[in-house]
């Protein structure tokens, strides 16, 4: 069954404490292009996607893992190398946390905000 789509992504929102620092963070990993940036509210945009990042006073960052409530969302990102790309992440402010469920199958950073994100190899061409 082929159905139409009702609406096509446009921007990702990501909750923060320091919005350009945030948007500096994944410009960086992503190659992507800052295209806004004040005290309250910055952009990246790479393509026909957008993510931003917006202050919220008292901001928490999520635990990981957090066995007191549901699994929030979390960005997927395909590498190259495993290891180099969580080696940048790192150097750019990624954190590695102790909890890796994926063993060697891919990685769970935390942005500087303490979100978390996954790396994962990319698959080869068949």
Same mark, same amino acid.
């Given at each position: 069954?082929?159905?139409?789509?009702?609406?096509?992504?446009?921007?990702?929102?990501?909750?923060?404490?320091?919005?350009?620092?945030?948007?500096?963070?994944?410009?960086?990993?992503?190659?992507?292009?800052? /295209?806004?940036?004040? *005290?309250?509210? =910055?952009?990246?945009?790479?393509? &026909?996607?957008?993510?931003?990042?917006? %202050? $919220?006073?008292?901001?928490?960052?999520?635990?990981?893992?957090?066995?007191?409530?549901?699994?929030?969302?979390?960005?997927?990102?395909?590498?190259?190398?495993?290891?180099?790309?969580? /080696?940048?992440?790192? *150097?750019?402010? =990624?954190?590695?946390?102790?909890? &890796?469920?994926?063993?060697?199958?891919? %990685? $769970?950073?935390?942005?500087?905000?303490?979100?978390?994100?996954?790396?994962?190899?990319?698959?080869?061409?068949?």
């Amino acid at each position: 069954m082929t159905t139409s789509p009702v609406a096509s992504m446009s921007m990702l929102n990501l909750d923060c404490h320091d919005p350009g620092a945030m948007a500096a963070f994944y410009a960086a990993i992503l190659g992507w292009e800052v /295209t806004y940036s004040d *005290e309250e509210y =910055a952009m990246i945009t790479g393509g &026909q996607t957008s993510i931003g990042f917006g %202050r $919220v006073a008292g901001f928490t960052p999520p635990d990981w893992p957090d066995t007191a409530a549901a699994k929030r969302y979390h960005l997927d990102l395909q590498v190259d190398d495993l290891s180099r790309a969580e /080696t940048a992440c790192c *150097e750019l402010g =990624a954190n590695v946390p102790d909890f &890796q469920p994926g063993g060697n199958r891919w %990685r $769970v950073l935390t942005d500087p905000a303490g979100h978390p994100f996954c790396l994962s190899p990319k698959k080869a061409a068949s």
